[in-house]
């Protein structure tokens, strides 16, 4: 069975920073695109930041200059770094692995950006 553990989330000051991860089993990130996603209350879950399994990246607009995200082939975990933090940020982020035909998903991690 596939597992994707987030961890990092939390309170955080507006221009503040924090770095989630996403450990993958069974190296399912191995080959496959991932993706960080989040879900504010009340809204859909929208794409954060994909990176492909060569490395490429692309950002959803409104964090472009703010997020980084990486991989670890060796680990098979991905990572967000997140910086100078908005509270429009404010969401539970989610990790995926988007294989064919399926994508996993974690169990998502609270994020809040205090103004």
């Known amino acids: 069975q596939v597992q994707l553990v987030e961890s990092g989330g939390g309170l955080v000051q507006a221009g503040g920073s924090l770095r989630l991860s996403c450990a993958a089993s069974r190296n399912i990130f191995r080959g496959n695109a991932a993706g960080w996603y989040r879900q504010a209350p009340g809204k859909q879950r929208e794409l954060v930041a994909i990176i492909t399994s060569g490395g490429g990246t692309n950002y959803a607009d409104s964090v472009k200059g703010r997020f980084t995200i990486s991989r670890d082939n060796v680990k098979d975990t991905v990572y967000l770094q997140m910086n100078s933090l908005k509270p429009e940020d404010t969401a539970v982020y989610y990790c995926?692995?988007?294989?064919?035909?399926?994508?996993?998903w974690g169990q998502g991690t609270q994020v809040t950006v205090s103004s």
């Open positions: 995926a692995a988007l294989t064919m035909p399926m994508t996993y």
